[in-house]
C-alpha cells in the first residue's frame, strides 16, 4: 500500500468514525480540512483504478480490478503484456524478467513446469539451458519440435533462491495460465515436475504415483512426468520419462484417455 492511499483510508475512517458519532453537522479532523479529505480521497480513487500519471499506478495495479482484465485478454500477446506489469503478488520486486511462456498459439500440446529458474529470470524465456536442450529432445523422440507445442509454467516470475512458490503466490498467478490454456485450447497438457503435477492437480500424491496415466486440469488431460532438470540429476528416469511421452503420442494419434495410460 502507498503513504497517499494509507492516509487517505486514514482520514475517510477518521471522517466516518466522527460522521456516526457526531451531533449535529459537526466534523473535527485534525490533521486535514473537509476539502483536503475529499481531495486525498479523490486521489487515492484514481490510483485504485490506475489512473494516468497517478504515483504508483504503473507498478502496483490493484489485483482485483486486473483479474477480469486477464480472464478478458483476447490473445497470448494481450496477456503477456499483463504479465508484464503484474503485481499479483511480491515476486514482481525481484524478478529481474517476468517469464510469460513461447511457443506455437495453436499448440496441440502445453507443457507446463513450477517456476522460473535463474536462466530463465535472465532470458525472459521458460526451459532454457541444460534442462531446456533436454526438454527439446524429449519432445523430438515422439515428434514434437520445441517450436511446435507451447512452453510454460505454473509462475510467471522467479522464487528468490529458486525456493517453492507459496500457495498464495499460486494463487495470485492461476488465472494467467487458466488464460493461456483457454486461448490455446491445448489437447494435452504435460505437467513436468512434482511441483507442477500437485498444483495442477490439487494433490499431495508423490509424481510415483501420479505419472503413467492420464488425469485432467479445468478440462485438459493431463500427462505428469519428471522435470527434466530431475533427469539431469537421474538419469535413470530417463525412461520412464519417455514412457509417459509415448501416453502423450498415444493421445495425439487419436487414441482415448484410458488407453493411452501405460499399462
Ligand atoms: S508470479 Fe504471477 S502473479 Fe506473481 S507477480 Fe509474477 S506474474 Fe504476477
Avoid at 89 to 99: D, G
Avoid at 198 to 215: D, F, N, Q, Y
Wanted: proline letters at 8%; one cysteine or more; a positive charge.
Amino acid at each position: 500500500m502507498n503513504p497517499p492511499d494509507a492516509g487517505a483510508r486514514a482520514l475517510a475512517q477518521a471522517f466516518l468514525e466522527q460522521t456516526l458519532s457526531a451531533e449535529g453537522n459537526a466534523l473535527m479532523l485534525e490533521h486535514a480540512t473537509r476539502e483536503e479529505v475529499v481531495r486525498r480521497l479523490a486521489s487515492a480513487g484514481r490510483a485504485a483504478r490506475g489512473g494516468a500519471g497517478t504515483p504508483g499506478a504503473r507498478t502496483s495495479p490493484d489485483a482485483a480490478a486486473t483479474g477480469p482484465k486477464i480472464a478478458e485478454a483476447p490473445d497470448l500477446e494481450t496477456l503477456a503484456a499483463l504479465v508484464a506489469s503484474c503485481s499479483r503478488c511480491t515476486l514482481h520486486e525481484s524478478r529481474k524478467n517476468p517469464v510469460f511462456g513461447e511457443g506455437a498459439a495453436d499448440a496441440r500440446v502445453v507443457c507446463v513446469g513450477e517456476a522460473p529458474g535463474a536462466r530463465e529470470d535472465e532470458t525472459g524465456r521458460p526451459f532454457v539451458g541444460r534442462a531446456g536442450h533436454l526438454l527439446d529432445r524429449l519432445l523430438m523422440s515422439i515428434g514434437l519440435p520445441r517450436t511446435s507445442v507451447y512452453i510454460c509454467n505454473v509462475l510467471k516470475s522467479r522464487p528468490p533462491r529458486n525456493r517453492d512458490p507459496l500457495p498464495e503466490e499460486v494463487a495470485a498467478c492461476a488465472p494467467y495460465l487458466l488464460r493461456q490454456l483457454a486461448l490455446i485450447e491445448p489437447e494435452v497438457i504435460i505437467a513436468f515436475g512434482a511441483f507442477a503435477a500437485r498444483t495442477l492437480l490439487e494433490t499431495k500424491s508423490a509424481l510415483g504415483r501420479l505419472r503413467g496415466t492420464v488425469h485432467h486440469y479445468s478440462g485438459y488431460p493431463v500427462v505428469a512426468t519428471y522435470h527434466p532438470a530431475a533427469l539431469l540429476r537421474n538419469p535413470g528416469w530417463t525412461r520412464p520419462t519417455w514412457e509417459d511421452l509415448q501416453i502423450v503420442r498415444r493421445m495425439l494419434d487419436g487414441v482415448g484417455d484410458r488407453e493411452a495410460r501405460i499399462g
